[in-house]
Structures are given as C-alpha cells and as structure tokens.
T-cell receptor, first 112, second 112 residues
Framework: DVKVTQSSRYLVKRTGEKVFLECVQD?????MFWYRQDPGLGLRLIYF???????EKGDIPEGYSVSREKKERFSLILESASTNQTSMYLC???????????FGSGTRLTVV | TQLLEQSPQFLSIQEGENLTVYCNSS?????LQWYRQEPGEGPVLLVT?????EVKKLKRLTFQFGDARKDSSLHITAAQPGDTGLYLC????????????FGQGTTLQVKP
C-alpha cells in the first residue's frame, strides 16, 4: 500500500523554537507539497517541490522554509515558531496533478 | 486566479437522506477530483473526472463533471453515518503547474 508518512501526529512546541516537520513518501513521486489547514480557511499551500533540491513558494510561505535533499523526503521548517502557526499540517505527494494527491495523516502542531 | 467554490459549506442530515454537493468555477479544468477527509486524518482521493459530462459512480456516491469542465457535483444516495466528513473538490488547472486548486470544502454530518 502506497504511503505518505508524517513523522508526528501531535506536537507541542514553545514560541520561538525551531520546528521540523518530516514527510516521507514511498511512491517515487516527483512532486511533494506542504499545506496547512485551518477551520474556515481550507487548505493553504505553504511550499512545494518538483524535484530534489527544488522548491517553490506557495500561497503562505512566510515564516516557513523547506528542504528536499532526497526524492522521498520533504521537510517543513518553522524557523521561529509563533502561536499563529498552530494548525494542522498536511504533506502530500503526486506523480502529476491530474493523477491526484496522496496525503499523509497530518501533524497537529500547537505552539504555546 | 483560478478558484473553486463549494456549496453548501455545512450540511447536517438524517441517515437515509440524499444530498448533493456542488463545486463551481468560472475557469476550465483539465480534470477534477473529489476527496473525503475524516477528523484527524488527511484527505483521501475518491475519484477523478476528466471528460466533460463524465459521470462516475462509487457505490452510493455519484460524481459528475460539467460539460464545459468548469463545475462538478457529488451526489450521495441514502446517506449513512459513515459518510460523515469533509468533502473537498480539487481541480487541475491551466499552466501545467503540477498544483491542484482546492475548494473550501463541505462538512457533512449524517445523524443516525
């Protein structure tokens, strides 16, 4: 069964901490994405990557960075966590957009 | 900017009732997908429609792509509590960006 695995289901971090969210896919997909999901705001794209070492800003990249050193792994980094980054974070991968995304189970991050 | 608008945003019905969720845009999409997301989990792809006028069935769920490929609908017959969740439509837009455009979602609650 193909999978996108996010390293943590729940995280609690303090304001100002550097936070790493990890995502691994086993489908050899080129495309990987990071979204955050908040009530009433839907899915908002933070960053995406078309290939190793390539990254593109999404709609809300401020306060975030990403790393893709290997094809299967896409990491989201919160440089200095703030309370407004409390959210559900979803990683996804795809072969191409028309083929659909496979999502991970999500990481619910709380910043206190 | 391509947008997808879903309606209704919320739907609460009794078990056994029928319902339809709509996904509309002024833009043409090369394909459109529907996802279901259960609380605390990532979205799961239900179906992809590609051809204008296409109808696909998945048990009690019927998906239709508009003739002009600008809109889609999801119809559920005899809803069951297990259908409860967030339904998202997503379109593969123009420009071969590899990114999907997501609607805001429809939250469905089916009461026993």
């Amino acid at each position: 069964d193909v999978k996108v695995t996010q390293s943590s289901r729940y995280l609690v971090k303090r304001t100002g901490e550097k936070v790493f969210l990890e995502c691994v896919q086993d489908m050899d997909h080129e495309n990987m994405f990071w979204y955050r999901q908040d009530p009433g705001l839907g899915l908002r794209l933070i960053y995406f990557s078309y290939d190793v070492k390539m990254k593109e800003k999404g709609d809300i990249p401020e306060g975030y960075s990403v790393s893709r050193e290997k094809k299967e792994r896409f990491s989201l980094i919160l440089e200095s966590a703030s309370t407004n980054q409390t959210s559900m974070y979803l990683c996804a991968s795809s072969l191409w957009a028309g083929n659909g995304y496979t999502f991970g189970s999500g990481t619910r991050l709380t910043v206190v | 900017t391509q947008l997808l608008e879903q309606s209704p945003q919320f739907l609460s019905i009794q078990e056994g009732e029928n319902l339809t969720v709509y996904c509309n845009s002024s833009s043409v999409f090369s394909s459109l997908q529907w996802y279901r997301q259960e609380p605390g989990e990532g979205p799961v792809l239900l179906v992809t429609v590609v051809t204008g006028g296409e109808v696909k069935k998945l048990k009690r769920l019927t998906f239709q792509f508009g003739d002009a490929r600008k809109d889609s609908s999801l119809h559920i017959t005899a809803a069951q509590p297990g259908d409860t969740g967030l339904y998202l439509c997503a379109g593969d837009g123009s420009g071969n960006t590899g990114k999907l455009i997501f609607g805001q979602g429809t939250t469905l609650q089916v009461k026993p």
